[in-house]
Structure formats: C-alpha cells, structure tokens
C-alpha cells in the first residue's frame, strides 16, 4: 500500500523516500552513455511497444513506471533458446509451434515441481519442496525464451582464463551443514540484486521520486534505492551491488557494479561483473525488464536476457522473513547436529 503525502512516498511501514527540493525533471533525466547492450534492447522493445501507446508521465516528467508487478507468468520460460529452435529467431516461432512448447512446459513443469528449488540449482541437485508453493505451474509464457543477445539466444562463450573467478561458495541447497559456512548465500537469505521468475515470491513493486527510484520485491525482501543525480558511485562492495540511474527518453537505465567477490552469478564470481538493467513501459499494463551482463574476466562478450514485468495489483508484495541468521538456517544446521547423533 503507497501513500503520497506532498513530496513524501511511503511504503508500507518499512520504506521512507525523502525527496530533495533541488531535483528537477532536467537533472535526473541524464545524458546518452556508452553502456552495452543499448541498440540491441532498444531494437527489442521497439518491436514489442504496444500499437499507438503512449509511455504516461509523472508529475514531474519522468516515464511513469510505478506499480506492483509480478513475473509469475513468465515461470516456465526457457532461459537459452532451446536447441528444437536452433537456427530461429524469436519471431520466426509460429503460434502454433509456441502454443504446443507452452503446453509441454506445463507438463514438464507439474512433474518436476517436487523436486525443483528456485532460481538456477547447481547440477544433480534436486530439492523436496511442497506443490502448493509453486506460484504458477500454468504459466502461460509470452516468449519463446530469455536471452535476446546475442542473436542465437545463448549465453556467450567464457572468456580466456575464466576458470580462475569460479565461485568457491557452496552449491546451493549443499547437503553439508556442519556450519553456516557449508551454505549457499541464497540458503543464507543474503540477496543478489537480479533473479529469474521462480516457484513463488514474483512478487515486484516499483515507486518513483524526481530524485529516486525504489525497485521492491518480494523474495528476499529487499528495496533498492536507485539514485538519479548521477553521483559517483562508492567504492566499497555488497551484495548486492551499488546502483545509480538516470533516464533515456522513455527508458530508465540503471548500472549496478561493485558486488562482494562472494556473490556467484551462473557459478563464477561477480567481482567484476557490471549489470546494465533497462526498464521501458511498452504497454498499460506492461514493462519491459532488461539486463546486460558485462563481465570481461567471465565472458567473451555482453550479453543480454529480457522479460516483462506484468502490472497486477492482485500480487501484492507479502513478508518474505528470510534475513541473515533467520530461523531456517539454524534449523538447518541444528539438523545437522540431531543427524550427528543417529
């Protein structure tokens, strides 16, 4: 729930936005930057802007791109182009090769769901967890999959001598548990600023100032407070990165660099790793939600995956009380002990 008194925005009983009295539409509007990725999303979302629409504005002159969204509909999509489509575009699938893999999706999705984790589990794990946890096992996807560049729909080659930033943390869900250390930050409840459509939590809420732009979401908890006035960014680390934002035209582009060593995206460390996320309205009830990785110690190349983000007020953000030190955690470590004495 948002109430706006005067130029104050309040979240909840969580969240407090101050607006500074020396914003102005101009300062946080930004100019052109040289970040990858920009004329390959913008190619994108041109083509997928729904006829005649009209970005709507805020009061003070920025795209207008506040509301709750959900990605849950999104759940079963691919995240690489499946190698049944090898060779195609996203737009030379027809309907009725995309009605059919949505149909399969569905299927596959119910008989894995018992054995499947959130997010992108380590190799030959597989984790118990009860159905009706599951947001949407009917997802009834809009695309065929994720990754938009390169143009083959597959994450690009690693880069020489990437073996040497492999993440040393723990797989997630590790059957080891002798010590908070054996687990995952995910099992830890210590975020990371970007995550797929998942079993539940896809849940987002985004609420603008002329100074800031403060991205929720539901798993994890966590509120980003993107800043507009181009400051520097600081040069310490965190988990989940330090964001800064400004806009370009109807698009707010967002850069988030200096994530802690520790955090692992696709299993190798995001020491380095600059993540270029860019957020357009394309439609009422729709924004498109695009991140361009740029890790040169990682990967041989950019690259790029895109999903929307679907207005819904039925999906509101609930409390998601996992936080460092929670119960989980304890109880997992305290089952290790109980197990150690069988």
């Known amino acids: 729930m948002i109430r706006r008194i005067g130029r104050v925005s309040c979240i909840g009983a969580g969240i407090l936005v101050m607006v500074s009295t020396a914003a102005s539409a101009g300062q946080a509007t930004g100019s052109s930057r040289d970040l990858p990725g920009a004329d390959a999303v913008k ?15 805020t009061p003070w002159g920025h795209p207008d791109l506040q509301g709750i969204f959900t990605t849950k509909d999104e759940a079963n999509t691919p995240f690489e182009r499946p190698d049944e489509w090898a060779g195609k575009r996203m737009e030379d699938i027809t309907p009725q090769e995309f009605s059919a893999a949505i149909e399969q999706r569905q299927l596959a999705a119910v008989e894995r769901a018992p054995f ?22 009917a997802a009834v996807d809009s695309r065929p999959w994720f990754v938009m560049d390169p143009p083959d729909g597959k994450v690009p080659a690693l880069a020489a001598g990437a073996s040497a930033y492999r993440s040393t943390q723990p797989a997630f869900s590790t059957p080891h548990r002798d010590t908070y250390l054996d687990r995952n930050l995910t099992d830890r409840c210590i975020g990371f600023a970007f995550r797929m459509p998942s079993i539940y939590g896809n849940s987002y809420q985004i609420v603008q100032t002329p ?23 600081p040069s310490m680390r965190s988990f989940e990165g330090h964001s800064r934002g400004h806009f370009e035209g109807d698009t707010l582009v967002v850069e988030t660099t200096n994530f802690d060593e520790r955090v692992a995206y696709r299993g190798y460390s995001a020491k380095d790793l600059r993540v270029i996320e860019r957020f357009t309205r394309i439609a009422p009830d729709k924004i498109e939600w695009s991140m361009t990785l740029d890790n040169p110690t990682v990967y041989a190349r950019p690259w790029t995956f895109s999903f929307p983000l679907t207005e819904d007020s039925t999906q509101p953000i609930h409390e998601y009380a996992c936080h460092e030190g929670n119960y989980g955690l304890a109880n997992i470590l305290s089952a290790g002990r109980a197990a150690d004495t069988k």
């Open 43 to 57: 190619a994108f979302v041109a083509a997928r802007v729904a006829p005649n629409f009209a970005a709507p504005k």
């Open 211 to 233: 100074d800031y732009v403060v991205f929720r979401r539901e798993q994890l908890h966590d509120a980003r407070v993107i800043p507009l006035d181009n400051r520097p960014f």
């Open 116 to 137: 499947a984790g959130g997010g992108e589990p380590e190799e030959g794990v597989a984790i118990a967890v009860p159905i009706h946890w599951f947001d949407n096992l």
